[in-house]
């Protein structure tokens, strides 16, 4: 089935779109949250600018590069200088808590509902949250994940250790060679399970998660459904967007709700299903939460 894109020119005030989400909340026998890289940024894990800068400023000089984003994709001559980039950026991106509280206030928003989580962020916020991890599906991976490159298997491994040792004891944008990751199967470099080739592992917990998430949907096909998308953008449409506008055409007891600052729209077909709200995710859950009606 194909959807016409239409931008949503509601003619609601914001407050009005709080209200109308808030109900629609309230009254939806089940949510289902669809998270892209929109809400990290919204909770402070912005990758440019001065967070940037505070933690890569010697790359930056060295390389040129400007966010963290393009480092990643950066050809470092050796591994102890990769890997000094990457301890870095998984550290402050996974293991260091969001600025801001926008998660937590997420939870306390659903956490009486039935809800499932399908997300493309790889930074853990969910769980450290507080979400139950059998209601969450992580598409794309994990920073807190090791594989092997090749890979000669579909096991994924824990890195806090790793990476906090990486972190810690690197000097001169090298971390110790002895620190440098291995797979202790075939001795291939390891490297993060994040999904950028066809080369990503979906492991148990991957595919276990996959399943709860499908069975989700086929108990739920026929509810009343609230949609709720936050800062999903076109990189990767066909895993949230797409699904949610064609769950939501077959469903007339479904709201799509999408919260995303200069990129909330809806399909032609569902904008009397729809609520689009073109402002920051933090403001938008805050006032969410704090809403009261009658």
């Keep these: 089935m194909l959807l016409r894109m239409?931008?949503?020119?509601?003619?609601?005030?914001?407050?009005?779109?709080i209200k109308k989400l808030k109900k629609t909340l309230i009254a939806a026998d089940g949510v289902i949250v669809g998270a892209g890289a929109g809400l990290s940024v919204s909770a402070g894990f912005t990758y440019s600018g001065e967070r940037f800068y505070k933690y890569f400023s010697d790359f930056q000089e060295k390389y040129g590069f400007k966010d963290m984003y393009s480092g990643g994709f950066y050809p470092f001559s050796s591994s102890e200088e990769y890997w000094a980039y990457w301890s870095r950026y998984i550290m402050i991106n996974r293991y260091v808590d969001a600025p801001k509280p926008v998660y937590n206030e997420l939870l306390e928003l659903v956490k009486e509902k039935d809800y499932f989580v399908i997300t493309t962020n790889v930074d853990h916020c969910f769980q450290k949250a507080g979400?139950?991890?059998?209601?969450?599906?992580?598409?794309?991976?994990?920073?807190?994940?090791f594989q092997c490159s090749k890979p000669c298997d579909i096991d994924t491994y824990d890195n806090e250790d790793?990476?906090?040792?990486?972190?810690?004891?690197?000097?001169?944008?090298r971390v110790p060679t002895e620190l440098i990751p291995?797979?202790?199967?075939?001795?291939?470099?390891?490297?993060?399970?994040?999904?950028?080739?066809?080369?990503?592992?979906?492991?148990?917990?991957?595919?276990?998660?996959?399943?709860?998430?499908?069975i989700f949907l086929r108990?739920?096909?026929?509810?009343?459904?609230?949609?709720?998308?936050?800062?999903?953008?076109?990189?990767?449409p066909v895993i949230i967007k797409y699904p949610f506008w064609q769950m939501t055409v077959k469903n007339p007891k479904a709201t799509y709700a999408c919260i995303n600052y200069g990129e909330a729209m809806c399909a032609h077909e569902i904008e009397r299903q729809s609520?689009?709200?073109?402002?920051?995710?933090?403001?938008?859950?805050?006032?969410?939460?704090n809403m009261k009606v009658t």
């Design 275 to 289: 609520v689009c709200i073109n402002e920051d995710i933090c403001k938008v859950i805050t006032d969410l939460k």
């Design 162 to 173: 790793t990476i906090r040792r990486m972190y810690s004891e690197q000097r001169n944008m």
């Design 182 to 214: 291995k797979c202790q199967k075939c001795g291939s470099p390891m490297t993060m399970n994040l999904r950028v080739d066809n080369r990503f592992v979906e492991d148990v917990g991957w595919l276990e998660a996959a399943d709860r998430y499908s």
């Design 131 to 145: 979400f139950d991890k059998k209601r969450l599906f992580y598409t794309q991976g994990d920073y807190g994940l």
């Design 219 to 236: 108990r739920h096909e026929k509810m009343q459904m609230l949609y709720l998308e936050l800062g999903v953008g076109f990189n990767t």
């Design 6 to 17: 239409s931008t949503m020119k509601s003619t609601e005030s914001y407050w009005d779109s």
